[in-house]
T-cell receptor
Framework: DQQVKQNSPSLSVQEGRISILNCDYT??????FLWYKKYPAEGPTFLIS?????DKNEDGRFTVFLNKSAKHLSLHIVPSQPGDSAVYFC?????????FGAGTRLTVKP | NAGVTQTPKFQVLKTGQSMTLQCAQD?????MSWYRQDPGMGLRLIHY???????DQGEVPNGYNVSRSTTEDFPLRLLSAAPSQTSVYFC????????????????FGSGTRLTVV
């Protein structure tokens, strides 16, 4: 069973606009959440994380929001740049067990 | 450059063959793990290790063996390859950030694309 779900396989946005990537989870025991970014032929790279005791974490153009009651997190990228085009994976952790979503392919058009 | 090195980058195996995927890191990370990535499934944990001599199973361990004789190396062995093991394999490493908590901002290798025919 997939405990972490990214229901949008792809997203396309215009350069300079906001990109919003969404992630839902089913296991209420998850207490730490992360976003990874992956370019073709490379391994994923860590982007940003959030603890379950917070509802927002910001790092430059990237902000992650956590809604525990809805079991939902999102990644906002503002402003979006063509170099942000990649596959984004969300991940959730419970007791050293990290589960990944299937990924969302973001395309930022110039 | 410091990081996680995986070899080979590509491999084609026949059903029933065995092989070892190599993973090495030079960051003195205690934690190492192997994931497989399949379309529509995200990354799934195969095996992991929290230090030399210590290994444990992840979500999808069947058909794979691991060992951790040194801090730097964490090879993944396929004993008898099956078409269902066709996938992209990623090795990842990380460190403990106090009180035994793993830093989940893993460093990943660039992957091994394995095809079993």
């Amino acid at each position: 069973d997939q405990q972490v779900k990214q229901n949008s396989p792809s997203l396309s946005v215009q350069e300079g606009r906001i990109s919003i990537l969404n992630c839902d989870y089913t296991n209420s025991m998850f207490d730490y959440f992360l976003w990874y970014k992956k370019y073709p032929a490379e391994g994923p790279t860590f982007l940003i994380s959030i603890s379950s005791i917070k509802d927002k974490n910001e790092d430059g153009r990237f902000t992650v929001f956590l809604n525990k009651s809805a079991k939902h997190l999102s990644l906002h990228i503002v402003p979006s740049q063509p170099g942000d085009s990649a596959v984004y994976f969300c991940a959730a952790v419970n007791n050293n067990d990290m589960r990944f979503g299937a990924g969302t392919r973001l395309t930022v058009k110039p | 450059n410091a990081g996680v090195t995986q070899t080979p980058k590509f491999q084609v195996l026949k059903t029933g063959q065995s092989m070892t995927l190599q993973c090495a890191q030079d960051m003195n990370h205690e934690y190492m793990s192997w994931y497989r990535q399949d379309p529509g499934m995200g990354l799934r944990l195969i095996h992991y290790s929290v230090g030399a001599g210590i290994t444990d199973q992840g979500e999808v361990p069947n058909g794979y063996n691991v060992s951790r004789s040194t801090t730097e190396d964490f090879p993944l062995r396929l004993l008898s390859a099956a078409p269902s093991q066709t996938s992209v394999y990623f090795c990842a490493s990380s460190y403990f950030q106090g009180q035994g908590w793993i830093n989940y901002g893993y460093t990943f290798g660039s992957g091994t694309r394995l095809t079993v025919v």
